[in-house]
Every structure is written in structure tokens, then in C-alpha cells.
């Protein structure tokens, strides 16, 4: 599976602008702030029906314009897929696939495969659980449907308990049971959804190891990544001992939205106790036991995107990664970088097809195949 070509329509710093890519590697170079990531971004978008970076639909429209349209063409086989995302302010974002439009953008979610890579990775080590959480649901969403479903349904009845509660604190009253009608439904999401992450993160574990004593070359450090979760079996007395609480903090305290995973390296949370190198080279193989399970589950490789890498990563991971590329463990590959000469340095060992694309102020200047 690949991406043969993608148009930018009105999106972020794109006014009209078409890319055609290689199946294999392409490497897309030019100053910083030109619209490199911004390519990523749309691949991104097309794959997993929203922007990396943005929240907010509108916030990716390019200047004084309306709407954007990103139009991508993929390959599976021998089947080809025309995949039309679009946004026009006011209205609904829309997805088409064939020229049909989704009822439900999650439909659109794990049909084409994809993992970016960043620099604000490290977030997931700094910053909370949230983040963490994100990557994980995202992994899990992209081959399992039910799981993304279960997911929906339990962030939607969480927001409408949580505004229960605030309502009931403003309004000094309490319904007991119309809040039960919304416990009720939480109880097997819950079961469900942290049974799910348990089973995944022990597979996922098996290439999270594997992935980090190759990029370290190390075996004398032992990393380990576990699942911590408030759910039980008493899902449904403990819901009940939290209520008082809830109606306190207007907000639900127990559930697997409090969930974390936590991150060690010989037996000390990362955060505190790895070093810079030691934590890009755990970041890096939680990105690449992710591109292994994906494509294990959905049996073809995901697009893997990479930005701004070689200014990021140290030589020696960099040679790891290139090692893999050179091997073919990847398919279809996208590095961004701001210097053509050190993307050449990189690259020039790797016997397989490349192409090389040079953007500026959101225009495409040349490409080139080497």
C-alpha cells in the first residue's frame, strides 16, 4: 500500500499545489517554515481523518479562503483509492472514498495504515497522561474497529456525565437516577476497553524491546512499559463510592480516561532518571513497535512519516533507522529535512528508489529522482 499522489487545495500554507511520490522513499527538503510537515500533515490527515498538530478545522485553511480540499490517491495492490477530505466553514468536514462519502469519519480510520514520527514525541515521557493514552487509543483504533467504536461511545456518554454533573452543582439539585442511566452504560465500556489495552500492550511489549536494544545496541538496559488502570471487577460499587466525590469536582474520577502507562528504564520512570539519549532511543522504538504491530495486525505496511529526524537524532540512531530502509523492513517512507546535502550524505548508500522533492513558501521548486 502506497501514495501515488496528493493535491493541496487552500490547506495551511498551500494555495494549489500537486505532489507525486515514490512507492518506496521520499525525501521532501527546503528551508524551515516552507510547508514540508505541512505535506506530512495532509498524508496524515488523509489517512486518519484529522491534522497531527491542529484541533481545529478552520485553523488549517490558508489565508482569506473558506475552504480546503486535500485530494489523495492510494495504492493497494492493484486497486486504487481516490480520497477526497474537505472542509468548508460552517459545515461539516467530509470524507469521500470512491467518490462516496462516510457516514461516520470513523469508518474512514485504519484503512490506510500510517505513523508519524516528530519532535514533539518527547511530549509523551514530559508532559501527562493524556498524551499517552493518545498514542496508545491511536495505535489500537487503526485495526480494531470495535475498539474505536467502544471508544467513541465512551468519551460521549463521559462528556454528557461530566456536564450532568456541573449542571446539578449549578442548579443545587441532584437526579440519582438520571445519572444511573449513564453509569450503567459506562460500566462494560470500561470492562471492555481496559481489557482491550491490557492483551495490546503485551504484544505491544514484545516489539517495544526488541525495537530498543536494536536502536541501542544495548542489552545491559531494561526497559519496561505497563498498563495502570482503576478499573475492576467492582467497576460498578466503586463507580458508587466516587459519586460524593464526583459531585464535588463536577467531573467523573474513576475510569479508563484516568488511565497511564508508565515508562521505565532499569526499573526508574524514564522522565526522571533516562538520560536525552536514552529517551529519544525510547520514544523512537515506541514509534517503531507501533509501525510492527500495525502492520502485523492489518497486514501491510504503514506509510511512516518522519520529520525533521536527521536534525533531531543523533548519527548513530539515524544509522539504525537507515539500516532499516536500507533492508526494506519499511514501505512507503516520507523524511522532511531543511538540508538537501545532509539528506544526500544520509541516503546515498540506499539501493532503492527515491525521490527527492524541494519545496518553498508552499510551492513546489523541483524534484528529483536519485
Given at each position: 500500500m502506497h501514495l501515488e499522489n496528493i493535491i493541496l487545495t487552500n490547506f495551511k500554507n498551500y494555495e494549489n499545489e500537486t505532489f507525486h511520490f515514490s512507492p518506496e522513499i521520499n525525501c521532501l527538503t527546503g528551508k524551515n517554515g516552507g510547508g514540508k510537515t505541512n505535506v506530512l500533515d495532509a498524508i496524515y490527515f488523509s489517512c486518519i481523518t484529522r491534522s497531527a498538530f491542529q484541533n481545529k478545522d478552520n485553523v488549517l485553511l490558508y489565508p482569506q479562503s473558506d475552504f480546503y480540499l486535500i485530494n489523495s490517491i492510494f495504492k493497494d495492490k492493484n486497486e486504487e483509492f481516490d480520497i477526497k477530505a474537505s472542509f468548508q466553514k460552517r459545515k461539516k468536514k467530509v470524507f469521500k472514498?470512491?467518490?462516496?462519502?462516510y457516514e461516520k469519519l470513523s469508518e474512514h480510520i485504519g484503512r490506510f495504515p500510517v505513523v508519524m514520527v516528530t519532535p514533539y514525541d518527547t511530549d509523551l515521557i514530559r508532559e501527562g497522561s493524556e498524551f499517552r493514552r493518545k498514542f496508545f487509543d491511536g495505535i489500537l483504533c487503526q485495526y480494531d474497529r470495535q475498539y474505536l467504536q467502544d471508544l467513541v461511545k465512551y468519551n460521549t456518554i463521559l462528556k454528557t456525565r461530566n456536564s450532568l454533573l456541573k449542571h446539578f452543582h449549578d442548579q443545587r439539585y441532584f437526579d440519582k437516577d438520571l445519572l444511573e442511566t449513564y453509569d450503567s452504560q459506562l460500566f462494560p465500556l470500561n470492562i471492555s476497553l481496559a481489557e482491550k489495552r491490557t492483551v495490546f500492550l503485551h504484544s505491544f511489549n514484545n516489539y517495544f524491546i526488541t525495537h530498543y536494544n536494536f536502536?541501542?545496541?544495548?542489552?545491559?538496559?531494561?526497559?519496561?512499559?505497563?498498563?495502570?488502570?482503576?478499573?475492576?471487577?467492582?467497576?460498578?460499587?466503586?463507580?458508587?463510592?466516587?459519586?460524593?466525590?464526583?459531585?464535588?469536582?463536577?467531573?467523573?474520577?474513576?475510569?479508563?480516561?484516568?488511565?497511564?502507562?508508565?515508562?521505565?528504564?532499569?526499573?526508574?520512570?524514564?522522565?526522571?532518571?533516562?538520560?536525552?539519549?536514552?529517551?529519544?532511543?525510547?520514544?523512537?522504538?515506541?514509534?517503531?513497535?507501533?509501525?510492527?504491530?500495525?502492520?502485523?495486525?492489518?497486514?501491510?505496511?504503514?506509510?511512516?512519516?518522519?520529520?525533521?529526524?536527521?536534525?533531531?537524532?543523533?548519527?548513530?540512531?539515524?544509522?539504525?533507522?537507515?539500516?532499516?530502509?536500507?533492508?526494506?523492513?519499511?514501505?512507503?517512507?516520507?523524511i522532511t529535512d531543511a538540508s538537501n546535502s545532509r539528506v544526500r550524505n544520509f541516503i546515498k548508500d540506499i539501493a532503492?528508489?527515491?525521490?527527492?522533492?524541494?519545496i518553498e513558501d508552499g510551492k513546489l521548486k523541483n524534484t528529483e529522482n536519485i
Open positions: 472514498i470512491k467518490g462516496r462519502a536502536l541501542c545496541s544495548a542489552t545491559s538496559e531494561e526497559v519496561t512499559l505497563t498498563y495502570k488502570s482503576n478499573i475492576t471487577e467492582k467497576m460498578e460499587s466503586d463507580f458508587l463510592a466516587n459519586r460524593e466525590k464526583d459531585k464535588i469536582l463536577q467531573r467523573t474520577s474513576i475510569g479508563v480516561h484516568r488511565d497511564d502507562y508508565i515508562f521505565k528504564l532499569n526499573h526508574h520512570p524514564v522522565k526522571q532518571m533516562g538520560s536525552q539519549g536514552q529517551q529519544k532511543s525510547f520514544i523512537l522504538a515506541l514509534q517503531l513497535a507501533k509501525f510492527s504491530i500495525l502492520h502485523e495486525k492489518k497486514e501491510t505496511k504503514p506509510i511512516l512519516l518522519l520529520d525533521d529526524i536527521f536534525d533531531k537524532l543523533d548519527e548513530s540512531r539515524i544509522n539504525r533507522l537507515i539500516e532499516l530502509m536500507t533492508n526494506q523492513q519499511f514501505g512507503q517512507v516520507f532503492i528508489k527515491i525521490r527527492l522533492i524541494t
